[in-house]
């Protein structure tokens, strides 16, 4: 049985990380990733909430070091334990190599964006956005008009801004139950029978890839349309649903249309005091 599920994944500062995998390290820095055999290193150790990682040298040559800083200090230990264990046996009777020719270096490619952290970006721009104008009308009038009005500041951008904001991230997904029964690929999802899952329904795309839906339904077939550009986004053929979202998602756009007005205007209002 393998032991490579257990060796904790290192995270370190400034975009770093430090993994293993049954034959090497994999150490990404920036934009760099460093592939290191387990016959190029001479030992690992962890320091606290560090670990070094030493290759081979010959005799009077400064080895190479490689090191990650900043990850967890339990998970440092661990690494650094399991790791050695797996390193070859040191053999007295041939040559040392230098470890740094067999440390392979490329290029970093960076991971896709998952839709959901996509969102969660967005969200977090938008929050920090939010504050930060908020924050700036609110010294604005307290100095051209009065603090008093910084209630009304907060008052109005509480409230308009979620309203906004609820109303551009769900757009797409509102738009996308017009456009995809008119625009997408219309096929037939057949219910999966799941104890487990009881809204699961299975549909297959245009490269034979069976995919997921979920629908609360009674129905043992349901059309569904999909994006040919991103099969995975996929919504109801007969529109069920779309014509509720779309009222809710114009009365929040009324709401925030009228609530960031005012917000605007604060610092024209007469405070009456």
């Known amino acids: 049985m393998s032991i490579m599920p257990s060796i904790?994944?290192?995270?370190?500062?400034?975009?770093?990380?430090?993994?293993?995998?049954?034959?090497?390290?994999?150490?990404?820095?920036?934009?760099?990733?460093?592939?290191?055999?387990?016959?190029?290193?001479?030992?690992?150790?962890a320091e606290r909430r560090a670990v070094e990682v030493r290759l081979t040298a010959p005799a009077e040559t400064v080895p190479t070091v490689h090191r990650i800083e900043g990850v967890s200090e339990a998970a440092?230990?661990?690494?650094?334990?399991?790791?050695?264990?797996?390193?070859?046996?040191?053999?007295?009777?041939?040559?040392?190599?230098?470890?740094?020719?067999?440390?392979?270096?490329?290029?970093?490619?960076?991971?896709?964006?998952?839709?959901?952290?996509?969102?969660?970006?967005?969200v977090k721009r938008f929050v920090v956005g939010s504050v930060l104008a908020i924050v700036a009308m609110s010294v604005l009038v307290s100095v051209v008009v009065h603090p008093i009005m910084m209630i009304f500041v907060w008052l109005f951008g509480g409230v308009g801004f979620p309203f906004a904001g609820a109303v551009v991230l769900l757009a797409p997904t509102v738009v996308e139950r017009w456009r995809l029964p008119r625009h997408g690929i219309t096929v037939t999802a057949d219910y999966a029978h799941s104890a487990a899952e009881p809204r699961l329904y299975l549909y297959t795309d245009l490269d034979g890839n069976t995919r997921t839906y979920y629908a609360t339904s009674d129905r043992l077939r349901l059309e569904i349309s999909y994006d040919p550009r991103d099969p995975g986004r996929v919504v109801r053929a007969d529109g069920k649903g779309r014509w509720g979202q779309t009222i809710l998602l114009l009365l929040a756009g009324g709401i925030a249309l009228l609530m960031l007005a005012a917000f605007f205007a604060t610092p024209f209002m007469d405070p009456g005091v």
């Open 76 to 122: 440092a230990g661990a690494f650094a334990q399991a790791v050695s264990a797996l390193l070859p046996p040191a053999d007295d009777s041939t040559a040392v190599v230098d470890g740094s020719t067999l440390v392979t270096t490329r290029t970093a490619e960076r991971e896709p964006e998952t839709p959901r952290e996509a969102f969660g970006r967005r």
């Open 8 to 45: 904790p994944v290192l995270h370190g500062s400034k975009d770093t990380d430090l993994r293993a995998t049954d034959q090497e390290l994999i150490l990404r820095r920036a934009r760099q990733e460093y592939r290191i055999p387990f016959a190029a290193i001479a030992h690992v150790r």
